[in-house]
C-alpha cells in the first residue's frame, strides 16, 4: 500500500470509529505491510553485567549450567555486554587469578567511584568463551579508558580477541566516557578531548589485535559525545556499531522513581528524551552504522526497590525493547549482576538464581528478535499503549503492549482478524510473585482486547504482505 492509500485508510477507520460513537477506550489499528524491511537482528535481546564480575572467573563459567539455561531461556542467541562503571577500575593480567575471588557476584555499580579495582585474567576469559559457546551468546566487550592504559587495553584485546574468537561481537573503549568529567578528567573535558584519547587507545589496540572491531561510544546521556564518535567513526572502518545508554528513571530513591513514572510514555528524569531520538538517528545516518542500546534498565543506581523488582518492571521492558526493535535499533542490553534491584536475574552460583519480574518481561517478547516489522498505525492514539505488527516464518502476529489503567479496545482493518494466543500479566503492578506468561486459546475475532497492564500477543489472519 502506497503511503497516500494508507493514510486514507487510516482516515476511514477513524471515520468509522467516530460513527460508530465509539467508547473512549476504543481505537483501531492500521497496518502496512511492507516486506522490504530488514528483521529484528536476531541477536537483539540482551544484558549487561560490570566487568569487576569477571574477576571470579567461575561466575561466567561452563561449569555455572544454572545461569547459562536462564541465559538461554531469555534468548538463544542474544548478547553480553561487560562494562559499567568498573569497567574503569580494572586491570587486565595474563598471570593466575588470586584465590579466592574477591567476592563472589558482583551487581551494578553504585557508588560509581569503586574503592578497590579488580584484576581480570586469561582465566577469567576462557571460562567467559566456555559460557559464551553454552548459552549461543555473544560479547560485547568493555576496556578501561578512565584509568587504564592503553598498553594494558591492548594487551587485554588481545588476549579477548583470541580467546573469545567469534564470540567477540566487538570492543567499548571506556564506560560512559561522557561523565568521565569530574570523575577521572577535569571539568573542562569536552567530547573533542575524549575523541583524542579514544583514537590513541583505538590506534593501539587496532595494531596489536588485527581485525579487531569496535563499537561505541556507550555513552550515559551527553548527546554531542555521541554526534563527534559518529562523525569520527567515519575515518575507521572498524567501528561497526554506534552505542549509549538508557535509564528510563535516575537516580534511585528521587521523586520521580514511581511506578508511575516508569509506565508514562516519557519518563520524567529519563537519560534519554523521546525528543532526542532524532538525535541517534542522524548519528546513524551519519556513519552508516547500527545502533544498540549497550545498558539500560529502569532507574539508575542500581534500581528503585519496589518499582524496578515487581511487575511493572516487567511491562516497561516489554513495551521499551518493542519499541526499540520499532526504532530499527541493533539491540538492546539490560544492566544487572549480583542481586541488584533491577536485574533481571538475581543470585549467585552457590545460592542459586530466580528469575526477577522483568525477565519475563523480556521473555515475553523475545520471540521477535529475528522477525520483520509491520509498520502500524494506531488512530487516535492514547497514552501508555503501544501495538506492534511482526512477521516471521509465514505467521503474522501483533502485539499490544496496555501500560494503562484502562481495557483497550483495537477494531482491525476490514477483512483481518485476530486471536489472542499469549498474554503476560500478574497479580496487581506491584507484584513480585506470580508473574506470568499464560496461553490463550481464542477465537479470531475481527476487534481484539488488552487488559489493564497486560501485554498481549495476536496471531493475525488476513494480512497480505507486500511482495518486494
Ligand atoms: C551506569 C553505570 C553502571 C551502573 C548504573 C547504575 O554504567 O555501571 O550500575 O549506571 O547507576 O551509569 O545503576
Not at 249 to 259: K, R
Amino acid at each position: 500500500m502506497n503511503r497516500r492509500r494508507f493514510l486514507a485508510s487510516l482516515a476511514a477507520s477513524a471515520l468509522a470509529l467516530r460513527c460508530a460513537q465509539a467508547h473512549a477506550l476504543q481505537q483501531a489499528i492500521a497496518f502496512q505491510p511492507d516486506a522490504s524491511l530488514p528483521p529484528v537482528p536476531s541477536d537483539f535481546i540482551g544484558l549487561s553485567y560490570e566487568s569487576a564480575q569477571l574477576a571470579n572467573p567461575a561466575f561466567f563459567s561452563p561449569q555455572n549450567p544454572a545461569l547459562i539455561a536462564l541465559f538461554r531461556e531469555l534468548s538463544p542467541r542474544g548478547n553480553l555486554r561487560i562494562g559499567g562503571g568498573s569497567s574503569e577500575f580494572t586491570t587486565f593480567t595474563s598471570d593466575a587469578p588470586p584465590t579466592p575471588p574477591p567476592f563472589e557476584v558482583f551487581g551494578p555499580d553504585t557508588s560509581k567511584i569503586v574503592k578497590t579495582g579488580t584484576t581480570t585474567t586469561a582465566l577469567a576469559l576462557r571460562n567467559l568463551r566456555g559460557f559464551l559457546d553454552a548459552t549461543g551468546w555473544s560479547c560485547l566487550y568493555g576496556l578501561n579508558l578512565g584509568q587504564g592504559t592503553a598498553a594494558n587495553a591492548a594487551g587485554e584485546a588481545t588476549a579477548v580477541q583470541r580467546i573469545l574468537g567469534p564470540r567477540l561481537l566487538a570492543f567499548q573503549i571506556g564506560n560512559e566516557p561522557d561523565s568521565f568529567r569530574n570523575r577521572y578528567r577535569p571539568a573542562t573535558y569536552t567530547p573533542a578531548d575524549y575523541i583524542s584519547e579514544w583514537n590513541h587507545f583505538h590506534d593501539t589496540v587496532a595494531l596489536a589485535v588485527p581485525g579487531a572491531r569496535f563499537a561505541g561510544p556507550d555513552i550515559s546521556n551527553k548527546l554531542p559525545y555521541l554526534t563527534a564518535f559518529a562523525q569520527e567513526a567515519l575515518r575507521h572502518p572498524d567501528v561497526t556499531l554506534l552505542t549509549s545508554h538508557y535509564y528510563a528513571m535516575g537516580p534511585a530513591g528521587s521523586p520521580h522513581a514511581t511506578l508511575d513514572n516508569l509506565l508514562s510514555d516519557d519518563p520524567v528524569s529519563s537519560t534519554l528524551k523521546n525528543r532526542d531520538l532524532s538525535v541517534i538517528e542522524e548519528a546513524c545516518d551519519t556513519a552508516h552504522l547500527p545502533y544498540r542500546m549497550s545498558e539500560g534498565n529502569s532507574c539508575w543506581n542500581g534500581g528503585q526497590s519496589g518499582v524496578s523488582d515487581v511487575y511493572a518492571s516487567a511491562l516497561w521492558s516489554a513495551g521499551y525493547i518493542l519499541r526499540c526493535m520499532n526504532r530499527g535499533w541493533a539491540g538492546v542490553n539490560f544492566h544487572g549482576g549480583g542481586d541488584g534491584v533491577y536485574a533481571p536475574i538475581a543470585g549467585a552460583p552457590s545460592r542459586g538464581f530466580t528469575r526477577r519480574p522483568e525477565f519475563f518481561g523480556v521473555c515475553f517478547v523475545q520471540r521477535f528478535a529475528g522477525a520483520s516489522l509491520i509498520r502500524t498505525k494506531l488512530i487516535e492514539t492514547k497514552d501508555r499503549v503501544d501495538a506492534f505488527a511482526f512477521s516471521h516464518r509465514g505467521e503474522q502476529e501483533l502485539v499490544i503492549v496496555n501500560r494503562s489503567l484502562d481495557e483497550i479496545q483495537l477494531a482491525l482493518p476490514a477483512g483481518i482478524t485476530a486471536a489472542k494466543t499469549s498474554i503476560l500479566h500478574a497479580p496487581a503492578l506491584d507484584a513480585k510473585d506470580g508473574i506470568e506468561i499464560s496461553k490463550s486459546h481464542n477465537a479470531y475475532k475481527s476487534s481484539v482486547t488488552a487488559s489493564p497492564y497486560t501485554a498481549n500477543i495476536y496471531a493475525l489472519r488476513g494480512l497480505a504482505l507486500k511482495k518486494t
